[in-house]
């Protein structure tokens, strides 16, 4: 079974920097698309920054393009998430995730929404004070 585990969440000052990881217990992201998303209280659940498993594509929210940086680590067992010049709006909860269709992440298949992606982490808080 494929388990996801978030960590690297905390409160930080506008402007300020975070970066989160996401590790995939008893499996690796070779052949997965993995992916993060952000959900704020009282709002849907949104597509941040997504990676395909050879880290050829990337894509990211224009929300975030330009200030957001997602990764995977050489053991291919751990993607991130690292957050430079963060906004107050930039706050929610931070999900990790994962699907076995590799066209998610270059665009051949599906989208970047929540109902496209298998696999869930926990999720862990992100809060930026101004």
């Known amino acids: 079974q494929v388990r996801l585990v978030e960590s690297g969440g905390g409160s930080v000052q506008a402007g300020g920097s975070l970066r989160l990881s996401c590790a995939a217990i008893?499996?690796?992201?070779?052949?997965?698309?993995v992916g993060w998303f952000r959900q704020a209280p009282g709002k849907e659940r949104e597509g941040v920054a997504r990676?395909?498993?050879?880290?050829?594509?990337?894509y990211y929210a224009d929300s975030v393009k330009g200030r957001f940086t997602v990764s995977r680590g050489n053991a291919k067992n751990t993607l991130y998430l690292d957050m430079d010049r963060l906004k107050p709006e930039d706050t929610g909860m931070y999900y990790c995730?994962?699907?076995?269709?590799?066209?998610?992440?270059?665009?051949?298949?599906?989208?970047?929404?929540?109902?496209?992606?298998?696999?869930w982490g926990q999720g862990t808080q992100v809060t930026v004070s101004s």
């Open positions: 995730a994962a699907d076995s269709d590799l066209g998610l992440c270059t665009g051949l298949s599906g989208g970047f929404g929540r109902s496209d992606f298998t696999y």
């Open positions: 008893g499996y690796t992201y070779v052949s997965y698309c």
């Open positions: 990676i395909s498993s050879g880290g050829s594509f990337t």
